[in-house]
């Protein structure tokens, strides 16, 4: 008796398995739209833009322009994101058909988190307009549907063992450059550079006709001779690859932060307006002998963003008064 219930109870579990296979394997009967299924665009150089539209609201207008792209018109892109975007979008295809049940399942969900995307070229006409789902349960494929269309496809990347969601998801926020300096020196009239506590070192940059000189900002601080123009040209490089870690703008701590005396503030004075952005320690002072003794840095650029960035990053610059008659 027991044996007979043991192998009942054996052919109840092989037939749950076998159930439940037969519901997640691909439909290899359902009908296959070439068109429908793909997904890819190889000549990647004839996308002009992607806009990227989230449920929650959130939309990321990426746009070439010339050699670079932007982020909703306003920001330069972060160009190693926008590459592994295209190169998804160049070499995504199908992996299998979701079956029947499987497919139900994926457009209700997709109605719920989907990621439109609509790809257009550099003319502005529409080359693709599609959703992207989730992944796999062994998260290495993700599923995509097209727009209008109720056949949800699922689809890889040879290559690359990951789902494809990952590139689209990302936060307007992230697909920023982090290289953060938005300046014109060309047309700056007065650089400040302030030191709060070690003002010998704070200096002023300023337009002599086509030339830029420099003196202390401080009387206090003995004025030294020599052409400092090449100096000054060095330092607006330096300013122009500044980098930041990432933008925090939602940080808690960001009010208080702001608050402090900055280790280093920055006003960029033009005819028309000016700039500023302030430097604050992130974290104590280091005593260290091998690392500078402030290892991070929180950025406040004039309100609208707030970063951290590493000093080994930034140390460029922070230049003193004496930098620029060096030898």
Request: charged share 25%; glycine share 8%.
């Given at each position: ?6 192998l ?5 579990v092989?037939?749950?398995v ?7 394997r691909?439909?290899?009967s359902a ?8 997904f890819k665009i ?10 990227l539209?989230?449920?929650n609201?959130d939309?990321s ?8 792209w932007?982020?909703n018109?306003v ?5 190693t ?19 029947k049940?499987?497919s139900?399942n994926?457009?209700?969900s997709?109605a719920?988190?989907?990621?439109h ?9 529409l ?5 992207v789902?989730?992944?796999t349960?062994?998260e290495?494929?993700?599923f995509f549907?097209?727009?209008g ?16 969601r ?8 992230h697909?920023?450059d982090?290289?953060y ?11 400040k ?10 200096f ?8 830029f ?6 009387t206090?601080?003995?004025i030294?001779?020599?052409d ?11 300013l122009?690859?500044?980098a930041?870690?990432?933008y925090?703008?939602?940080?808690p ?25 302030r430097?604050?320690?992130a974290?104590?002072?280091g ?6 003794a ?14 951290i ?7 460029a ?8 008659f060096?030898?």
């Open positions: 008796m027991n044996k007979n219930v043991l009942l109870l054996l052919l109840l092989i037939g749950g076998v159930y439940l296979m037969s519901r997640n691909p439909d290899t009908s296959f739209n070439r068109a429908e299924s793909n190889e000549d990647i150089n004839t996308i002009g833009r992607i806009l539209t989230q449920k609201g939309r207008d990426l746009r070439r322009v010339g050699d670079h932007t982020i018109e920001h330069r892109a972060r160009q994101n926008i590459e592994h975007l295209l190169k998804g979008i160049q070499r995504q295809h199908l992996d299998h058909i979701p079956n049940a499987a139900e994926i457009v209700t997709m719920i988190n989907g990621i995307v609509e790809i257009f070229d550099r003319a502005g006409e080359l693709l307009d599609y959703y789902g989730g992944v349960q062994d290495r494929g993700t549907l097209k727009q269309s109720s056949q949800p496809y699922c689809l890889i990347e040879p290559g690359f063992d990951g789902g494809l990952v590139r689209y998801g990302l936060e307007p926020v697909w920023r982090v290289r300096w938005q300046e014109q020196p060309e047309r700056l009239d007065t650089l550079v302030h030191y709060p506590k070690q003002r010998e070192h704070s002023v940059i300023f337009r002599n006709g086509s030339r000189e420099v003196k202390p900002m401080f206090t601080t003995p030294k001779q020599g400092s123009h090449n100096r000054v040209q060095s330092y607006f490089i330096n122009s690859q500044l930041c870690e990432d925090i703008n939602q940080a701590e960001r009010d208080s932060i702001v608050q402090m005396v900055p280790f280093m503030a920055m006003e960029v004075i033009y005819p028309d307006r000016t700039s500023s952005l430097f604050f320690p974290g104590p002072v005593v260290s002998e091998f690392s500078p402030i290892e991070r840095y929180y950025i406040d650029y004039e309100g609208r963003d707030f970063m960035g590493q000093h080994e990053v930034m140390k610059a922070f230049r003193s008064y004496e930098y620029f060096g030898q």
